[in-house]
């Protein structure tokens, strides 16, 4: 089994004073990205404020500000045999796969990946639906987990598999690089200083506070890093984007 040490941790954080400046660093170590990048002539100001504008902090909130009922959406319950099975034993035999184009794939149980470095926000959540809640997310930063694994070069997106179907098909999602690095995209095992109930997503799910809320994955069951979403679903990086034409990049 792999498993995440101390040592690989407190290398990846130490390393990544600025996790999200390495999201950058691999964006701009792809060629065309480069070229746009540094190229004086065609430096483009839009572009360098659609860059600036994805790095930017969502909005946190107080306490106070706390919703006092953060509603259910979506799956309330996978409800397959398996996830049964697993909420029964209380997920002692639930794993976290982090695979795809990384040269350590990791193997988590959930005591590991609530032994790593936790990250609190209070942020809104946002549906398209046209409903909000301020909630309390608490959970690793994704960048943590991904440097442990060690993304290759190749890496581009990071799609995320569930637990659940929905309308029978498996819901995915998938992010950007720049997402995954955010300091704000968290794998959360707790809402609201309590642990993750099965309707919001245990015994893990996504937050990635700059999007909208079909962005963020609940039961989450494996991470992988992949070069493209081609032949992924049906290709166009998520349950909703695959069956309703919903963006893909859902930026609030
Ligand atoms: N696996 C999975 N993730 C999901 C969904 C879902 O049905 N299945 N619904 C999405 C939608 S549309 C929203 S608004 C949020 C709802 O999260 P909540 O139930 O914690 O409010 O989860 C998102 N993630
Ligand atoms: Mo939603």
């Not at 790095?55 to 309330?76: D, I, K, Q």
């Not at 794939?105 to 790593?116: E, F, Y």
């Not at 581009?156 to 998938?174: H, I």
């Not at 609940?218 to 081609?230: C, E, G, P, R, T």
């Amino acid at each position: 089994m792999t498993l995440l040490t101390r040592r690989t941790l407190i290398a990846g954080s130490a390393a990544g004073a600025g996790l999200l400046l390495s999201g950058c660093d691999k964006v701009a170590q792809v060629p065309a990205f480069r070229k746009i990048l540094f190229s004086g002539e065609i430096m483009n100001r839009g572009l360098q404020r659609a860059l600036s504008n994805r790095a930017a902090l969502a909005p946190e909130f107080t306490t106070a500000e706390m919703s006092p009922r953060f509603r259910v959406n979506g799956t309330h319950n996978p409800g397959t045999p398996d996830y049964t099975a697993m909420v029964a034993e209380n997920f002692a035999h639930w794993r976290l796969k982090v695979g795809g184009l990384v040269a350590r794939p990791l193997n988590l149980s959930l005591a590991q990946v609530r032994s790593l470095p936790t990250r609190t926000q209070i942020t809104r959540h946002d549906c398209v639906e046209g409903w909000s809640a301020i909630g309390k997310w608490h959970g690793p930063q994704l960048g943590t987990l991904l440097k442990a694994a060690g993304l290759r070069d190749t890496a581009r997106y990071v799609v995320f598999t569930c637990a659940d179907l929905y309308n029978g098909q498996p819901y995915y999602e998938s992010i950007d690089l720049l997402d995954a690095f955010h300091p704000q995209t968290i794998l959360a095992w707790a809402l609201n200083d309590r642990v993750l109930d099965v309707g919001h997503g245990a015994p893990l799910r996504l937050r990635v506070e700059r999007q909208l809320g079909y962005k963020h994955a609940k039961y989450l069951m494996q991470i992988n890093a992949v070069a493209s979403l081609d032949g992924i679903g049906r290709g166009k990086g998520g349950y909703w984007e695959d069956n309703v034409d919903y963006d893909w990049y859902a930026g609030i």
